[in-house]
């Protein structure tokens, strides 16, 4: 079978709207850490995007039905390396997330574990051809997104652990879930919340979930991120403070302003203005992914797509909403807006696949 | 090589259709978070940012400086460092407690008792720890700046006193506020570390001293770091206060009194104002203005001579035999003394019971005593008759017409009273019946009778102007700002500006008589003043029995108290002074005290040009009333054949001519140009021309009757 690829296909609406949103990310980190030691991070940033953009270019002529095909063994290499993660990672900021590679890389596999997750799934769902789940395909289901994400959370990284269930969650209901199972599935999946709450979390991440409900609780304590948060988007009113001029941001009250919370300080700096547009950005991106998982030649297109669409979606509500005061604090980035190497490639390379789903549609 | 799928197996659209709702729902709602956030509590959260950001940081203001009357300065400011502590800034502060402790020399539950304090007060609010620190606690601060980021140091204004404790209790402390103040609703402008006066002039002219404190707003990040300043609210300085007291008079004061316990204080009768007030012991208001240990604190409350007491206006005591002048004027004035002659032997027997004259002590006795004799030599007789015949109910009355028994209004805080008693006042405070006998004590002022120094003079000084009572005070009342002039007005109660009208002939018997005291014929013949006219009257109050006395064996504390209130000139004084020497023993002891108060301030008046004023005109009572002065009609009887004067115990020379003589007073004995004498003051040529004063002649002080002049002049005191 040959393939005949073009840039033609490239979806360049998908690659304006990521452009955007890049920009507006490397204007806020320059605006966010001009008065800090990470004063650089705009720059780092603009390297890590071009890695990027190269590894969206390369990835996007990657049949992505390669990927399928590699997905199982991909996967069993996520474990190991989940594994290794907790036995010989680098310890930062408590918690074991990175394993150092020669030449200064921190490798972070829960990123990736994400994009494999998606390929992983889509391929399981894909290959029922057709007949309706069975309660043992669900299982199996959950169980492969369950372990690697339980591996997670031990490291811990709550907020990374959570990304992986919308991939399972928008798996199922694409993949054909009914009705009744749905129901029994989110009856049980609470019961089992009672005992998580009291046996796996930790007191700070209780404290993390619970105080953005009464931030102003405890000023000083974890209502204090929540609370600084909500004054730098409150303050930005509608027009904003005008960039590189939020007294929050600039100020070092809003907690790390260049990741987590680097849309609170561009609301405070761009005002309800800036952050419409950037939500309408999202919105024209999602939607453009809708579309392209759609027009998808077959149904493992269709599923990589919508996993994809999955996680930018709840990645941007659980962060945003966190910024709002609506969610708790989980340190979830904001997918091309927070700094940070591990996030961008992975979102980036899952545009890749995005990419060469759309190039193959008439690929035949 | 990639496999192949079913290309014809095809999700639902409706499925994804769904999946775009549910995307397009999930972005409204956080739009609607943000309009939430972002429009409707914009202006909320952008003060919450603005507090976040922006700390005042106080600039205090420094305090009104006072003067003496001469402008000469009592009580100045000096530059003080001060330690602040902001509570944001500390990494872990009940941590660092015990090292800030050790370092500035507290104690950590002295530091716990402050921060409790200030626990209502937002966290980035500088709470003071520790005024006027030392220049090794400044180092510590200097040298802890990165472990202990919540320590800062300001540097401001602080109070300077006199030096060894020099008119301490008039002058009173500056202190930090005490939390009985901040719950009292008249100090509602305090806040708590506010530094306010906490006694004598301080306290009472606090308001006016204390300026307003201003403030520097900077911008600060998380970290309290200084981002930049948005604008500064300067302090507004205190007002400097011009006080009455006059140094050289005070200081005179001061050292007459030396190292005596009791209390002296000069006023100017014409005017109420206060020209010294001495109480001893003292203290050292140096040790309040910056902090005062609590062993030091502890010492001044349990000292039992009472060293924080301003005994001029708080010390309660018999006013021994001073009060006979009261009691002379009210018997005058009865009509009861002129007339009254008294055999003294030694004593005499009133209602069944022996009551001792004090000459007796000296086997002595006064013979034929009429009122002056009775007042010169002070003759207990004379004057236990005459409160016989007067009665206690009589006796009361003046004595409460003179401002006995209660506060004087002067403008210091906790003025005491004093007691008059009477039937009345016995059956209110013990429910029992007045005693015949008691009336015999206190005619010669013992008893239950008790008076402050302040209310003694004020009465005294009212006699000898004639009946002008004056409240005294210590600021000039034109130092009050208009705005203040309301809050002052009923701040001080007391009898405050009274007229008691007496006949000017009993006025002259009563100040010949008290003239004559300091003469050789009087009890304080040694305190004479050469060439001064001097009046007074010695006063020797017991305060225990002296059967008591003798039955304990003595001792100095149980020593009478001696008093002495004196005037110069001896009709409408231009001061009295009286004193209060607690176990000094004897009237006339005070009686050398007073004269060196006197002696000093006459001596700088000498000084003055045109030192002559007028006591009292006879006639042309149209002429002798400038608007200025204070009229007195008078009802009482007038000795016979003396001429009968409209208006007397004028404060101020009268501006236009008097077509008759006039009593006038001289407080000098000057040269009229004496040729060798080239210090001496002029007389006026009136003066000189008046007395056939020729040059190297003197005139001698004293009360003089001036001829009626030939041309209208502008006399007097400027």
């Not at chain 1, 799934?121 to 492969?144: C, P, Q, V």
């Not at chain 1, 948060?229 to 907690?255: C, H, M, N, R």
């Not at chain 2, 259709?17 to 978070?33: C, E, N, R």
Request: charged letters at 20%; hydrophobic letters at 45%; a neutral charge.
């Amino acid at each position: 079978m040959r393939r005949f690829l073009s840039y033609r296909d490239f979806d360049w609406t998908l690659m304006g709207f990521v452009v955007a949103l890049s920009v507006i990310s490397v204007l806020e980190i320059y605006s966010a850490t001009l008065h800090t030691k990470f004063v650089d991070f705009d720059q780092k940033q603009m390297l890590w995007l071009a890695g990027g953009f190269v590894s969206m270019f390369v990835l996007s002529l990657i049949d992505y039905h390669i990927l399928l095909d590699i997905a199982v063994w991909a996967y069993g290499i996520c474990l190991v390396s989940l594994v290794a993660v907790l036995a010989v990672g680098t310890k930062v900021l408590g918690g074991r997330r990175w394993i150092s590679l020669p030449g200064g890389i921190h490798f972070q596999p829960s990123e990736w574990v994400k994009l494999v997750l998606i390929v992983v799934l889509a391929r399981f769902f894909t290959n029922l051809s057709g007949r309706d789940l069975t309660w043992k395909d669900i299982f199996k289901a959950i169980a492969m997104v369950v372990v690697p994400m339980l591996l997670v959370m031990k490291q811990p990284d709550l907020g990374t652990a959570l990304t992986y269930a919308p991939v399972l969650l928008v798996g199922l209901f694409l993949g054909g879930i009914r009705f009744r199972q749905a129901a029994i599935l989110l009856l049980a999946a609470s019961l089992a919340l009672v005992p998580a709450w009291y046996k796996v979390l930790k007191p700070y991440q209780k404290a993390r979930l619970t105080s953005f409900l009464a931030p102003d609780n405890d000023p000083r304590g974890s209502g204090y991120q929540i609370r600084q948060s909500l004054i730098a988007v409150g303050s930005g009113g509608v027009w904003g403070q005008g960039a590189e001029k939020g007294s929050q941001t600039q100020g070092d009250f809003l907690p790390i302003p260049y990741t987590d919370f680097i849309f609170a300080a561009f609301c405070e700096e761009h005002g309800l203005a800036g952050a419409v547009l950037v939500l309408l950005l999202y919105f024209l991106l999602l939607m453009r992914l809708v579309q392209n998982a759609q027009t998808a030649a077959d149904l493992p297109g269709t599923l990589i797509v919508m996993g994809v669409v999955a996680v930018l979606i709840f990645q941007i509500a659980v962060n945003v909403g966190m910024v709002i005061g609506l969610m708790p604090v989980t340190g979830i980035p904001l997918p091309l807006m927070s700094y940070g190497g591990s996030s961008v490639l992975f979102t980036f390379l899952a545009l890749g696949i995005v990419m060469n789903v759309r190039m193959s549609r008439f690929v035949n | 090589m990639a496999g192949t799928y079913n290309k014809d197996e095809r999700i639902p659209s409706i499925k994804l259709t769904a999946i775009q709702y549910v995307i397009a729902l999930i972005l409204a709602i956080l739009v609607s978070g943000l309009w939430r956030l972002q429009v409707l509590g914009a202006q909320n959260y952008r003060a919450l940012a603005e507090a976040n950001r922006i700390r005042k940081v106080p600039i205090l203001a420094p305090r009104g400086k006072l003067y003496d009357r001469d402008g000469r300065l009592l009580v100045d400011n000096y530059p003080s460092v001060t330690c602040f502590l902001v509570p944001e800034q500390a990494r872990n502060l009940d941590a660092d407690l015990p090292l800030i402790a050790d370092g500035l020399h507290m104690q950590t539950d002295q530091l716990h008792a402050i921060l409790l304090r200030y626990r209502h007060q937002p966290k980035y609010q500088p709470i003071p720890l520790q005024q006027d620190i030392t220049p090794d606690e400044q180092a510590f601060i200097a040298a802890h700046a990165n472990e202990l980021p919540e320590l800062e140091t300001i540097e401001e204004q602080r109070r300077l006193y006199p030096s060894n404790g020099f008119a301490a209790h008039l002058i009173g402390y500056v202190g930090e506020v005490s939390e009985d103040m901040l719950d009292d609703p008249r100090y509602a402008f305090y806040q708590p570390g506010d530094v306010v006066g906490r006694s004598g002039v301080e306290e009472s002219y606090d308001p006016i001293l204390r300026g307003q404190d201003g403030s520097r707003d900077v911008i600060v990040d998380s970290h309290g770091r200084e981002l930049g300043a948005l604008g500064i609210e300067p302090a507004k300085p205190g007002k400097s206060i011009k006080l009455t007291i006059d140094l050289d008079v005070q200081k005179a004061a001061e050292e007459a009194l030396g190292a005596r316990q009791g209390a002296i204080v000069a006023i100017d009768p014409r005017t109420g104002e206060v020209l010294a007030m001495v109480s001893h012991p003292t203290f050292d208001p140096n040790r309040f203005a910056i902090r005062i240990h609590r062993d030091e604190w502890n010492k001044l409350i349990a000292d039992p001579d009472h060293p924080l007491m301003n005994k001029a206006i708080q010390a309660q005591l018999a006013p021994g035999s001073t009060f006979k002048i009261i009691e002379a004027i009210a018997g005058l004035q009865e009509g009861i003394a002129q007339t009254l002659k008294v055999d003294c032997h030694g004593g005499a027997v009133f209602y069944g019971r022996y009551f001792k004259c004090w000459i007796s002590a000296r086997h002595q006795s006064h013979g034929i005593t009429e009122i002056g004799k009775g007042i010169y030599q002070s003759c207990d007789v004379f004057f236990y008759t005459l409160a016989e015949k007067m009665g206690i109910d009589t006796i009361a009355k003046w004595a409460h017409m003179f401002g006995l028994g209660q506060k004087t209004g002067i403008d210091l805080p906790n003025e005491a009273a004093g007691i008059m008693p009477s039937p009345e006042w016995k059956m209110r405070n013990y429910h029992q019946k007045w005693f015949a006998g008691e009336t015999i004590s206190v005619g010669i002022g013992q008893g239950a009778i008790a008076v402050t120094p302040i209310q003694l003079i004020r009465a005294i000084a009212g006699i000898g102007s004639g009946g002008v009572l004056k409240r005294p005070h210590v600021v000039f009342p034109n130092e009050i700002p208009a705005d203040l002039k309301d809050y002052y007005q009923d701040r001080f109660p007391g009898s405050g500006d009274q007229v008691v009208p007496i006949d000017p002939a009993n006025w002259q018997i009563v100040t010949d008589a008290m003239a004559q005291v300091v003469s050789f014929a009087g009890t304080a013949g040694f305190a004479h003043l050469d060439g001064i006219d001097f009046a007074g009257k010695t006063g020797s109050a017991q305060i225990v029995s002296n059967a008591y006395k003798a039955s304990v064996g003595g001792g100095a504390k149980l020593n009478d108290t001696a008093w002495f209130v004196g005037m110069s000139p001896r009709r409408n004084p231009e001061i009295a002074v009286v004193v209060m020497w607690q176990n000094g023993s004897e009237g006339y002891f005070s009686a050398r005290l007073a004269a060196r108060v006197i002696e000093a301030y006459v001596n700088k008046e000498r000084l003055r040009d045109h030192n002559l004023m007028q006591v009292a005109a006879k006639t042309n009572p149209d002429a002798g009333k400038p608007s200025s002065t204070v009229p007195v009609t008078v009802k009482g009887k007038s000795a016979p054949g003396a001429a009968k004067p409209k208006s007397i115990g004028q404060m101020q020379p009268p501006r236009v001519a008097t077509a008759s003589p006039t009593e006038m007073a001289a407080l000098w004995t000057a040269s009229v140009a004496h040729p060798e004498d080239p210090d001496a003051k002029q007389l006026p040529a009136r003066i000189a021309a008046a007395f056939s004063l020729t040059k190297g002649t003197t005139l001698q002080a004293g009360t003089f009757l001036l001829p009626p002049p030939p041309t209208p002049r502008n006399g007097g005191r400027e």
